[in-house]
């Protein structure tokens, strides 16, 4: 959810009411229930909406539930400047027509008048997820899981990531994401300045000087040739996926950060993600590979070299730190205090750690 604000879930179930009678005006007649908010944060909202279309029904058996997802901006300030919500639903049906586990959409409504904000609507997947709020490898259902089962959703997790990348970028259309309008070559260049100018703006003029360094040190050693390009979910991580009980994902999740360049973008981005968290749980799941595993597991699966990986990490570390900046400081006009930014702060430590290294 956004800093400022929490969302009216009354006026919203009262919205998508008048919504759906609106855009389906000759269904039966129906109910809404309470609108359910599975969290909140910082990003964008996730809002579930039961629709009852059994309204005057005489039995039972005639009862038609649907189950739904709406998908909002944040209701005040969020971790990003925009929230193109119709290019996360393009996206998602890319993936969707690659034979993939991504969810596509019932309707993307870009009229703020219904719900106080655009939204994207989706039916609802069954599927568990992995809390990345909580440490994950220590506790829950995954981390109780045995290593065989373990195993299978880290290899089902990588058969995906290669499934996005494999998708024809010149067949996709992707004309309307980050990355794709740029010149052969210089998409890291761009992609290097879209996160510089994302920094001064998240940082308000004050980040910490290794995010500084940091950008000096990728601009210095951008990877030449540079890779080819691919389609990039953007928020490669456990937490944006649903898993089945027989641990086969179920749906892929969240494509705000979705962009176009090297697949390495994405690799890196979980590499450096997943080893914070194995180093503030202290220790991976017993079957989960290591990372030269790891990454030799997805090498064979695109079939490619894997080049320049530590400049990947370096620019992941960058990204990852900035989006925690604007989180600070999201905080502090809360009165949150926010020294932990630079006080013993795993990512930065991180990005201190590579670019001496």
Not at 120 to 144: C, H, I, Q, S, Y
Request: with cysteine; hydrophobic share 45%; proline share 7%.
């Amino acid at each position: 959810m956004g800093i400022s604000e929490a969302r009216d879930l009354e006026a919203v179930r009262a919205g998508f009411t008048r919504w759906l009678r609106a855009a389906r005006p000759d269904a039966p007649d129906f109910s809404v229930a309470p609108v359910g908010q599975p969290a909140t944060g910082l990003s964008s909202e996730t809002l579930l909406i039961d629709v009852d279309w059994s309204a005057g029904r005489s039995s039972e058996q005639d009862e038609i539930r649907e189950s739904l997802v709406a998908r909002l901006p944040p209701a005040g300030d969020g971790l990003f400047p925009d929230y193109d919500l119709a290019a996360q639903g393009r996206v998602q049906e890319i993936v969707a027509a690659a034979g993939l586990p991504a969810v596509v959409p019932l309707a993307v409504e870009l009229d703020p008048g219904w719900l106080g904000a655009p939204f994207l609507l989706m039916p609802r997947v069954a599927g568990r997820v992995v809390r990345n709020d909580k440490p994950f490898l220590r506790t829950g259902w995954l981390a109780e899981s045995d290593a065989a089962d373990q195993s299978r959703l880290h290899e089902g997790f990588l058969d995906l990531l290669a499934g996005i990348h494999r998708i024809d970028v010149d067949a996709a259309e992707l004309g309307f994401l980050p990355g794709a309008s740029a010149r052969p070559g210089a998409t890291l260049a761009g992609e290097l300045e879209r996160w510089r100018r994302y920094l001064a703006w998240a940082a308000e003029g004050d980040a910490p000087a290794v995010f500084g360094d940091a950008l000096r040190w990728c601009g210095d050693r951008l990877p030449d040739p540079e890779p080819p390009a691919s389609l990039l979910w953007g928020d490669v991580q456990l937490g944006n996926i649903l898993v089945g009980e027989d641990m086969t994902i179920t749906a892929v999740l969240d494509f705000e950060m979705a962009s176009v360049g090297p697949c390495e973008l994405d690799l890196a981005w979980h590499l450096v993600l997943h080893q914070m968290t194995v180093d503030r749980c202290g220790g991976d799941l017993p079957g989960f590979p290591d990372r030269t595993a790891t990454i030799e597991a997805y090498r064979s699966r695109l079939d490619r070299d894997l080049r320049d990986l530590k400049w990947f990490e370096v620019f992941a570390a960058l990204r990852s730190g900035a989006i925690m900046v604007r989180a600070a400081r999201l905080l502090a006009r809360l009165g949150i205090d926010d020294s932990w930014l630079t006080a013993g702060n795993p990512t930065v430590t991180l990005l201190a750690d590579l670019i001496a290294g």
